[in-house]
Structure formats: structure tokens, C-alpha cells
């Protein structure tokens, strides 16, 4: 079992454009979560998927973000004209049917808006 | 909203001290609990958990917590600890009226154990 891996780990943007970050569960975990981190806090859930479905957006998802996951695989979370607010960690988790509630999180992309 | 507090940012110990971190969470219904360990340079992991049964749950590396319902609390616990325990610390909660899809997360204590 190889964990949660998500790419970039690092991505520097200018302010205005648009970035993509990728999100590959564990195998075999249904269930995959968004979260972002800002420095001195805890993560905050973004959204959630159920396979191909996407089941809940928080409030936090403006309309400039948007996440996928075709095949209810690997998900991607894309920010369009990005701000310097969106300066944050985003982390991925996921979770096996077996135990929906146990949210295994990957290492993160760290994106800095300049 | 749910909430989730833990009171101490910033924790210093020397090596073999006793822990104890603090987390209060405020919703009233059925909860599932959560701590959570980011080691410098790791991602996060987790500790222990509390579903139901024996509100004293024991994790990895000797931590437990325990679950006190009249309190809202969930505390994490260490008889003794070492250098190797350096890390930022999180409790979580995820709640039935959310359907347990989202884990909400406390600010996270930084924990330093000097040798």
C-alpha cells in the first residue's frame, strides 16, 4: 500500500492564473476528500467524493474551484485566477469502504500565490 | 457549526514529562473522534480513534485519549514522552448531522520535547 500521493508537493503561481493539482487515493478507497490548510490552522474540508460522485462542496469552494474524479480513481482540484488567498496547503485523504470514516491523508501541494 | 478547540498552541516539554493536550468539540449528537499527528517534514497520520465503546481509546507510540461525553472533551494522553514526539497534534471530529463525510479539525498543538 503505497498512501496518498498528490503532485506537485510544491507549485508557485502568479496571481491570475490557473493551476490543477492531482490526488491519487489509496487503492481500492472509494471515498476522497479535499482539504486546505493555512498556516496556524487546522485542514478544512473543501469537498468530498463517493467513487465518480461528488456528494458535498463546503461553502469554501468558491466558483473558481472545481474538482473531479472521472472514473473514481484519481480526483484533480482545479483554481482559475488564482488570488493570493489561495495561498494555502491543499491536502487529499481518502478512505476504504470498509471504514468510511478513517481519512488517510496524503502529503499535500503547496501552493504559493505571488 | 461544529467546532473543534484545542487550547494549547504551544507545548514544551523535556524528555519523559507526562502529556496531557486538551480538545473540546461542540456538538451534541453522536461523534466519531479523531487525533492526528504531523511529524516536521510528514504529512498527517493518524493516532487513535473513538467510535463508540471504551471511552479510553490507546493508539500508536503509546498515546491514548479519552472520550468524556458530559464534557465534550476527547483528550490526548502520554505517560511519558520522548524527543521523537515533536510534532504538531490534531483533533478531529466528524458528526452524524453531517452524515460523518468531513472531518472538522482544531487549530492543532505544537508539541516540543526537549532531550
Known amino acids: 500500500d503505497t498512501g496518498v500521493s498528490q503532485d506537485p508537493r510544491h507549485k508557485i503561481t502568479k496571481r491570475g492564473q490557473n493551476v490543477t493539482f492531482r490526488c491519487d487515493p489509496i487503492s481500492e478507497h472509494n471515498r476522497l476528500y479535499w482539504y486546505r490548510q493555512t498556516l496556524g490552522q487546522g485542514p478544512e474540508f473543501l469537498t468530498y467524493?463517493?467513487?465518480?460522485?461528488?456528494?458535498?462542496k463546503s461553502r469554501l469552494l468558491s466558483d473558481r474551484f472545481s474538482a473531479e474524479r472521472p472514473k473514481g480513481s484519481f480526483s484533480t482540484l482545479e483554481i482559475q485566477r488564482t488570488e493570493q488567498g489561495d495561498s494555502a496547503m491543499y491536502l487529499c485523504?481518502?478512505?476504504?469502504?470498509?471504514?468510511?470514516?478513517?481519512?488517510?491523508f496524503g502529503p499535500g501541494t503547496r501552493l504559493t500565490v505571488t | 457549526a461544529q467546532s473543534v478547540s484545542q487550547h494549547n498552541h504551544h507545548v514544551i516539554l523535556s524528555e519523559a514529562a507526562s502529556l496531557e493536550l486538551g480538545c473540546n468539540y461542540s456538538y451534541g449528537g453522536t461523534v466519531n473522534l479523531f487525533w492526528y499527528v504531523q511529524y516536521p517534514g510528514q504529512h498527517l497520520q493518524l493516532l487513535l480513534k473513538?467510535?463508540?465503546?471504551?471511552?479510553l481509546v490507546k493508539g500508536i507510540k503509546g498515546f491514548e485519549a479519552e472520550f468524556i461525553k458530559s464534557k465534550f472533551s476527547f483528550n490526548l494522553r502520554k505517560p511519558s514522552v520522548q524527543w521523537s514526539d515533536t510534532a504538531e497534534y490534531f483533533c478531529a471530529v466528524n458528526a452524524g448531522n453531517t452524515g460523518f463525510q468531513k472531518l472538522v479539525f482544531g487549530t492543532g498543538t505544537r508539541l516540543l520535547v526537549s532531550p
Open positions: 473513538y467510535f463508540s465503546g471504551d471511552p
Open positions: 467524493f463517493q467513487n465518480e460522485a461528488q456528494l458535498e
Open positions: 485523504a481518502s478512505s476504504p469502504k470498509q471504514s468510511p470514516y478513517e481519512q488517510y
